[in-house]
């Protein structure tokens, strides 16, 4: 076993499927010599070389249009955004095109992609900081996966790549734990730190992770926590500090988004009556709204309280490391979520 | 545009400059010739009669027409082999049936039963036949050039010497996802042909209103590549340049861009009556219609008779007939069937 970071763990994912599978290949914006912005693809291109590994212009469309071109012609393309603000940028073949192909065609025709994008607020300001996951969520065709430690981003990326539909992998960008890309992340002090993936370690022989499956990441009796990427930990974190006041805190983490594992989820909501849901992302219409929504409705006999929503504030991030962490959830905010739940 | 101020019409200005020089030796290949009437044929009639069945029957949804502009997707596809790719537009039908999709897959699909060619989930703007190398036609304007791009990415890694064209139009011209995938083509050199469909009008909006320049293929130097603009009233001129630009593909020289100047007989879609065209414009182009024009050159030639070509004509009537006949007979789809398209 092995304490690597989620950086790592995807690249060696990318690497072991490029290995296993010769039509796998991988195309994005610096991601070839240059190993990426956050150092994730580092080495991937010298071991493959330019036919499999290739740098693209500054062509969202035509990024994402390639994969899905390349996967309905045989191919199994992984196609890496710079940054998931920039999914705007080629939008239309995402959900047009990659998501629709399959139901377009009568079943005949799929579109065996992977898009994988960076996520989270780091103090870039409003357009390099969203989490922008409900807009594939609610993409009827699209799988979302979105790990929250090493090996999960290892498993579920190996997933995801042998997965024959498309599928949007979501990896947190204070999560890649990487500090020696030192230009690139720099460390912010206070709750926006840099962290190493916190987790189970990486074994090192073959394995995968399903899409569609939840980790229990913490077990409890009082509360559900239902949380996603970083949020896991600050949630983990929120729950330590709650030991002393004896509230008993279960922290689910779907790790797919779709296909949601709500069997795991409602199975917690059964046994500890409340349910907390925790994202990253804006409050209004968000992959929390949703869970929140499910479990009310096919849970409600289960339920003490109302199901509450902890997310950022409906707002574009704002630069301001003070103003970011005003309207971030972070631990202390989640413990305050889980409290005002208990007393209800 | 100045260009317009020399000429008394708008065909008479495109006859001039797209008089291209033909190899006429090469082009005395009555199989070849005859193959691309049938086609032609078959196009013509099937469009025909999905125009009167959607005037008289509940044959569902919409209709873009390619009434007039057979010779384009005749005479590109006629220089393709069929294990190359082909992606079309909203107006696909030609494309379709060009390159290989049968007549009764066709309108099964039209008619949206279970035995069309995307199984009744597509209809007339999602036509998908991958046996035939037909990846689709997309209903999104230009959406299908980047998936084109990806097609000759997948052929390129393959090493068959396999092509990919993706057909758009004079509207599709200005979208930005058209501008990303050329760029990308030329830059890695991919095996693919880009095939424009200028017929004069986005909808309403005639090509001068939307472009600055005069022609399509004058952006082609702009992307690095070469372009041509061609009479696509005339099947052998437009079949000459798709073999030069399918040849240069497949020997790794990269893409072309081919604009091919044409006209629908027919509105935007449905019945719309294309007021805003001038009516001697149509009379003008209607007097060009690739079919005649292609009988002539052969009798004038000496390949073929008359008689031969009516003969021809009869059998591809009798061909419709039997496919409109098929489809309606065919089964429904099974609306329970449908959740099981959506993910393999």
Known sequence: MRNITMAEAINEAIREEMHRDPRVILFGEDVGAFGGPFMVTKGIFDEFGPHRVRDTPISESAIIGCAVGAAVAGWRPIAELQYSDFITCGFDQLVNQAAKIRLMSGGKISVPMVLRAPIGARVRGAQHDQCPEAWCVHTPGLKVAIPSTAYDAKGLLKAAIRDDNPVVFFEHKLLYGNRSASAADKAVPGELALQDAAGPEVPEGEYVVPLGVAAVRREGNDVTVVATALMVHKALEAAGQLQETEISVEIIDPRTLVPLDKETILRSVRKTGRALVVTEETRTASCAAEISAMISEEAFDYLDAPVVRLCTMDMPLPFAPLAQKAVIPDAPAIRQAITNLMAR | ?344
């Open chain 2, 1 to 344: 545009m100045a260009y317009l101020a020399l000429f008394q019409s708008s065909s008479e200005y495109f006859m001039e400059v797209v008089k291209l020089p033909r190899d006429k030796e090469k082009l005395r290949d009555k199989k070849v010739l005859m193959s691309m009437l049938r086609k032609m044929y078959e196009i013509r009639l099937a469009e025909e009669a999905v125009y009167h069945a959607f005037l008289s029957e509940p044959m569902p949804g919409t209709i873009h027409q390619s009434i007039g502009e057979e010779a384009v997707a005749v005479g590109i596809c006629h220089a393709l082999r069929p294990d190359d790719y082909v992606t079309s537009t909203h107006r696909g039908h030609a494309h379709a049936i060009a390159k290989g999709a049968t007549l009764r897959s066709f309108f099964a699909e039209m008619y949206a039963k279970s035995t069309g060619m995307s199984g009744g989930m597509g209809g007339s703007m999602h036509l998908f036949d991958k046996e035939h190398g037909f990846l689709g036609s997309i209903g999104i304007v230009g959406a299908g050039i980047p998936i084109a791009c990806g097609a000759a990415l997948a052929a390129q890694l393959e090493g068959k010497g396999q092509v990919a064209v993706g057909f758009f139009g004079d509207g599709a011209a200005n979208e930005g996802a058209v501008h990303e995938a050329m760029n990308l083509a030329a830059v890695w050199k991919l095996p693919v042909v880009f095939v424009c469909e200028n017929n004069l009008y986005a909808v309403s909006t005639p090509v001068e209103n939307s472009m600055a320049i005069a022609q399509v293929a004058d952006r082609a130097v702009a992307y690095g590549m070469p372009g041509v603009t061609v009479d696509g009233m005339d099947v052998l001129a437009v079949y000459d340049q798709a073999v030069e630009a399918v040849e240069r593909a497949r020997q790794g020289d990269g893409p072309s861009l081919i604009e091919c100047m044409t006209y629908r007989f027919k509105g935007h879609s449905r019945f719309e009556p294309a007021t805003y065209r001038p009516k001697d414009e149509l009379d003008e182009w209607m007097a060009r219609d690739p079919i005649p024009q292609l009988i002539r050159f052969l009798v004038q030639q000496g390949l073929a008779s008359e008689a031969e070509a009516d003969a021809l004509k009869a059998e591809v009537e009798a061909a419709v007939k039997d496919a409109v006949a098929f489809a309606k007979a065919s089964p429904d789809v099974d609306p329970s069937q449908v959740p099981s398209f959506v993910f393999a």
